[in-house]
């Protein structure tokens, strides 16, 4: 396998290596490409659980098992939804 790197990207992991934090510059890409993985695996996972919830929803509106939108409820989703992904 040949990977091509720019000059900026060349340096940084030659600084990495350095500085100790890696040994190689192999070492170095096999730890990105497995957080690379990891982000993928974790995005993949919120897809589904997305599409879990949105077949939830659409067996709940065709069993007639509805609300009125209601902006206070809107605003209640919005906060529990930024408590749940908060930093």
């Known amino acids: 396998m040949n990977i091509s790197l720019t000059p900026e990207m060349d340096e940084w992991i030659a600084n990495k290596i350095k500085t100790g934090m890696y040994k190689s510059s192999s070492e170095l890409i096999r730890e990105g490409l497995r957080l690379l993985q990891a982000r993928d695996e974790q995005r993949q996972k919120m897809v589904e ?39």
């Open 49 to 87: 659980d997305l599409r879990t919830e949105l077949l939830v929803g659409i067996k709940q509106l065709d069993a007639g098992k509805v609300k009125k939108f209601d902006t206070k409820a809107l605003n209640k989703i919005k906060r529990d939804a930024r408590k749940m992904f908060a930093v």
